[in-house]
């Protein structure tokens, strides 16, 4: 089946969508002879949405994704949010930044990636510095990855609540609206730069990725294609375990 994206590749089991994008206008750099010889990952989604999970799994199969990672798995190199002030502010420094970031790992490893749940807020114009990127989108049903989120904002609310002589009780009613529509806002974010990246996507859900552990694990080592062993395969299936993050 074809269409604007390329090729699309729907697999029986319903857990993955594989987009294998070959069009001519695609921001992707310049690919070399050997298009396999050397690939760059990027696991993104939304925050709490299983893209640690996802990551230990691609890890596993063997896509070095970075050195002393912490237990979400994101490189602080490439996390926005341990970013300084002034590369948070200028756009231009900042991918200036991670260009250079980028251009080193390029000259260390053939093959490597990196996991951060909002890589699409920088990710356009950094293609064209990786070597034949591939992206991994983790899709979530909303109110999963939510709750957290929502019992979060609900303590900040009753904490403002003790501290003011008067918030409005609607502030608190819009807090689950407000975090679904924002989840919901990410993702279709994450599915514009998918289009318009047109390089090789791997879409997944990760309740049905929990449910159906090696089928996943195998779309997910046949997406990558990195000559993944049947014992990384194993160790891979390991690493689905959800509920919160595993000790590294």
């Known amino acids: ?3 604007a994206l390329g090729m699309i590749n729907l697999k029986s089991s319903g857990v993955s969508i594989y987009f294998q994008n070959q069009g001519q206008k695609g921001l992707a750099g310049p690919k070399s002879e050997d298009v396999n010889s050397f690939k760059t990952f990027i696991v993104f989604g939304v925050p709490r949405g299983g893209t640690t999970m996802v990551a ?5 199969l063997g896509v070095n994704l970075g050195s002393d990672l912490p237990a979400n798995y994101e490189d602080t190199d490439f996390n926005f949010d341990f970013l300084s002030k002034d590369l948070k502010k200028s756009r231009p420094a900042l991918i200036e930044q991670l260009s250079k970031v980028i251009d080193q790992r390029n000259q260390d490893l053939d093959v490597w990636g990196w996991k951060y749940p909002r890589a699409a807020i920088y990710l356009i114009p950094l293609l064209k510095k ?31 609540l003790s501290k003011a002589d008067f918030v409005p009780e609607s502030n608190c009613a819009d807090i689950p609206s407000r975090i679904i529509t924002q989840h919901l806002e990410i993702q ?14 791997f879409l ?5 990725a929990i449910m159906n552990t090696d089928d996943f694990v195998r779309e997910m080592a046949e997406f990558l294609d990195v000559s993944s062993t049947e014992q990384q395969i194993q160790d891979a299936i ?4 959800p509920g919160g993050y595993m000790q590294v």
């Not at 997944?204 to 049905?208: G, L, M, Q």
């Open 1 to 3: 089946m074809h269409d």
């Open 56 to 60: 230990r799994v691609v890890e596993s």
């Open 130 to 160: 990786l070597r034949n990127p591939h992206l991994i989108c983790v899709m979530r049903d909303p109110i999963s990855s939510g709750i957290r989120n929502m019992k979060r904002a609900q303590k900040i609310h009753k904490k403002s």
């Open 188 to 201: 279709l974010k994450n599915m514009r730069t998918i289009q318009q990246a047109s390089c090789p996507s």
């Open 204 to 208: 997944c859900s990760y309740e049905k």
């Open 238 to 241: 390991h690493q689905v375990k």
